[in-house]
């Protein structure tokens, strides 16, 4: 188990290395000066010039990219560009929210689309299974940014219930957490409902049926466990992309959270904002992914023993 | 039968789900209209909430809550050129001199000013200025901000006009300037000039992170992302504009439909950018008071005079009078921003129409007919970095197929791209625009020669522009500045160099229980002159 999660962390290196070098390459090659940005559409050219010199972006990319690496390692992210601030503290600033508004907004969306998961697959073609699937389809389809605009005119504006933007209060999270869980909710509800329905026509929930178990017993003890796997797949996906970073909710909240700060930094070309970002992001990727696994073993046993 | 009779069943409510979803919204956003059209519903329906405004607002009387859009990259004032970003350093740090409602330079540090010659300038500040830290303002921390202040290249246009600072006496400056410089004043309330006390220069203060000025408010805390707090200065030197409201909170909310929509509930109470789709909504609104006055940002169609067919001035001049402006700002702005026709922007000393021309399709017909170039040639790529601009592009694209410049195109970039592809003028077409305070400034950045590689966009190199430009720069008097400024507004007028389209609105949207908000063309926003009625 050990050895597993060990070499599973260790595969984090040609990862990280790999992600910051594409990413690296692209920003730098990408149009667009970081000196210019920096410096304002009134610079003379000859301003611009030498604050690329200081800045030592006139080095070949090579030499530039294994001097951030360098740092990087020590744990030196360099100095963010736009805000002259260092990348960690600003990313450090940021990455709690981002935490907090993914958590809830999962832990929300799973304790909803696991119950109208299985519940619509255990009656299937019934009018919860229909009320539900649908209520799932709205969820997919319904783009965030509008979806948050109508939760805030409504909530906030109409009710008065929640704030519209921020992130001070408990109350802050509500809304932003419900835009983005709904979305997640209905592709939970839709993975878990269909691997449930493969579950239960299987021959040993036939078998333990007629052995004259109770039905709510059968899916509780035999059939979710093995339902589950398909859903924990998706929920590990979503996390890792939610820790990316749920930009449109962020804009459309002012939530400020690190997805929005990406955006910002890929705009002004700020390279070692991006780079920072990026690194975290695959990280917490990689991480997100290495816990689905280790839940698989949890819940499987067959998958566990793979990795003795 | 069942089977159906429940699918019909899921389907219905679904339906009665989402209606039911829709009216809501729909509802609040109608409300304002009936009550514009009945004034004495409106009374009857106002009161209610007047009545309970004060319960409501008695907890935040010594409170705002100010939004706008981006995050200052910087509370420094000498590293940055956004004008977000001098709305905060507007409130920490004062200049020597500010902007008054007409966006004239008016003393502000400086208690009184005299000119000695065309070059020397003496000025004597207030006495007993106290910073945030507690120490008091002296001659010494006006030269060393100055002299500070000229190190930084983001700011470089601003410090140019000065060349040497001199301490006179405990209270008194000399400032040496290079040549005569009728910018100095307007210079010296930029904030890349505000003044900073010496001691914390020397000692390597990051004026970003703790930025210690003599302002009306103090800077509480940043919380990044999100917003950043200042409290009053109880020893704010200006005793006349100390501030009324205690604390502010500058809240940065990127998307415009939030921002108004916290405006509505209550929880913004002045909002300085307004998204336009929103206006008829606010304006609606009897509860919130919406000001709007041109500013000084100029916006053009700009063209690489370098870039056949574009060096010749007719083809400029025929594209020119094709632009139907007014149908541009209807649909890129929403009608929201004032026509333009001339090179300079209206409001500032030295602003003529004199040899502009608007809208006429069959003089500029004429134009390009007497241009000798054959319009079906032309090809024109218009670069747009935002959605506003490629609204306006595509207005552009329809008028100038009517003069038969039918090969019109745009390109989308992001702003990064978009200045550096412009800047190395790789471009032929693009939407722009500059913001300037004052109109030497604005001639300076956009069509001197020595600004080519940097603002001059369109590359106009002429030798009798750039020496009236410079005459005005060193003509102190202002009415003789005034007719330089004239010509060279009427000369750019005749060579077109740009296609001018709008002057953008700066808009102020906020409670109606705020007094004393006041606008002014170079955006200036005097959050201590605020009070809550």
């Excluded at chain 1, 799973?110 to 255990?122: F, K, T, Y």
């Excluded at chain 2, 100390?242 to 509505?264: A, D, Q």
Aim: net charge negative; glycine share 8%; proline share 5%.
């Amino acid at each position: 188990m050990w050895k597993f999660i060990f070499k599973r962390v260790f595969a984090l290196i040609p990862v990280i290395i790999g992600v910051t070098l594409i990413v690296f390459f692209i920003m730098s090659l990408s149009p667009g000066d970081p000196a210019k940005m920096i410096l304002g559409d009134e610079a003379s050219p000859e301003a611009v010039q030498l604050l690329r010199q200081e800045m030592g972006l006139d080095d070949p990319l090579l030499i530039q990219y294994s001097r951030y690496m360098y740092n990087a390692i020590q744990g030196d992210m360099g100095l963010s560009y736009k805000s002259k601030k260092p990348v960690t503290e600003e990313i450090w600033a940021r990455f709690p929210n981002t935490i907090k508004l993914t958590l809830t907004a999962m832990t929300l969306a799973v304790i909803i689309s696991l119950p109208l998961g299985i519940i619509a697959a255990v009656r299937q073609n019934s009018f919860f299974d229909g009320f539900s699937m649908l209520l799932a389809l709205f969820g997919v389809s319904m783009p965030p940014f509008w979806f948050g605009l109508l939760l805030i005119l409504f909530f906030s504006l109409k009710l008065g219930w929640f704030p519209s933007s921020g992130s001070e209060s408990l109350k802050s999270i509500v809304l932003p957490s419900v835009a983005l869980g709904f979305l997640h909710m209905a592709s939970i509800a839709r993975t878990t409902r269909s691997s449930m329905l493969e579950v239960i026509r299987q021959d040993y929930i036939r078998t333990a049926r007629s052995k004259g178990l109770s039905y709510s017993s059968v899916i509780r003890k035999h059939a979710l466990k093995n339902a589950l796997i398909p859903t924990i797949t998706v929920v590990g996906l979503q996390v890792g992309v939610l820790l990316g970073g749920a930009v449109i909710v962020e804009t459309v909240f002012a939530w400020p959270g690190v997805g929005r700060l990406m955006v910002q930094s890929i705009m002004g070309r700020d390279i070692p904002m991006v780079m920072g970002c990026i690194i975290l992001f695959a990280t917490g990727f990689t991480i997100v992914n290495l816990i689905v696994d280790l839940l698989y073993g949890f819940i499987d046993p067959r998958i566990r023993s793979m990795y003795t | 039968m069942n089977h159906q009779g429940k699918r019909l069943a899921v389907l219905l409510f679904l339906l009665a789900f989402i209606t039911g979803m829709l009216t809501g919204c729909g509802g609040a956003a109608a409300t304002p209209a009936p009550q514009q059209e009945a004034p004495e519903n409106t009374a009857a329906a106002v009161k209610p909430t007047a009545a309970e405004a004060p319960t409501e607002s008695t907890p935040k009387k010594d409170t705002i809550v100010i939004a706008n859009a981006d995050e200052p990259p910087s509370l420094s004032p000498y590293d940055h050129n956004a004008i977000y970003a001098d709305y905060m350093n507007q409130l920490t740090y004062n200049g020597l001199f500010r902007l008054d409602e007409t966006s004239n330079p008016v003393p502000d540090l400086v208690d009184t000013y005299e000119n000695l010659s065309d070059t020397e300038w003496l000025f004597k500040i207030h006495d007993g200025v106290k910073f945030h830290d507690g120490s008091t303002m002296t001659a010494e921390d006006v030269k060393a901000s100055l002299d500070f202040a000229k190190t930084f290249p983001a700011i470089a246009s601003y410090t140019a006009s000065y060349s040497s600072v001199e301490v006179v006496d405990p209270l008194t400056v000399k400032v040496t300037t290079n040549g005569p410089s009728a910018g100095l004043l307007y210079d010296l309330a930029y904030h890349s000039n505000y003044i900073v006390p010496k001691a914390l220069i020397d000692s390597g203060n990051n004026f970003n992170e703790n930025p210690i000025g003599s302002g009306p408010y103090k800077y509480v805390k940043w919380t990044l992302g999100d917003k950043i707090e200042f409290v009053k200065f109880d020893d704010y030197f200006d005793k006349d504009s100390m501030p009324s409201i205690t604390n502010v909170t500058w809240k940065f909310i990127p998307e415009g439909s939030s921002r108004s929509i916290g405006l509505e509930a209550g929880e913004i109470d002045l909002l300085v950018e307004v998204d336009t789709t929103d206006m008829a909504r606010l304006k609606g609104n009897p509860d919130l008071v919406v000001l709007e006055h041109p500013g000084f940002t100029h916006n053009w169609l700009m063209l690489n005079n370098e870039a056949k067919p574009f060096d010749n001035p007719l083809v400029r001049k025929a594209i020119s009078t094709a632009l139907d402006r007014e149908s541009i700002i209807e649909v890129a702005l929403n009608g929201l921003a004032s026509l333009t026709i001339s090179q300079t922007p209206a409001g500032m000393l030295g602003e003529s129409e004199v040899n502009a021309e608007g809208y006429n399709v069959e003089k500029a017909k004429q134009y390009m007919a007497d241009s000798g170039v054959d319009p079906a040639t032309v090809k024109l790529d218009i670069i747009c970095s935002n959605e506003t601009k490629r609204r306006a592009a595509e207005v552009i694209q329809a008028n100038l197929a009517e003069i038969g410049i039918t090969n019109v195109t745009t390109t989308s970039m992001d702003l990064a791209t978009y200045l550096q592809v412009t800047g190395k003028g790789d471009y032929t077409g693009a939407i722009g625009g500059y913001r300037a305070f004052n109109m030497v400034a604005f001639l300076q950045n956009t069509f001197h020669s020595s600004a080519i590689g940097g603002s001059n966009k369109t590359r106009l190199n002429n030798p009798e522009v750039d020496a009236l430009i410079e005459k005005a720069a060193a003509t102190v008097d202002q009415e003789e500045r005034a007719k330089i400024l004239r010509q060279v507004t009427e000369l750019l007028n005749e060579i077109t160099p740009q296609a001018p389209i709008y002057q953008e609105l700066y808009i102020r949207a906020y409670n109606k229980d705020l007094g004393g908000v006041a606008i002014n063309s170079a955006g200036v926003l005097r959050i201590n002159k605020l009070y809550w009625k």
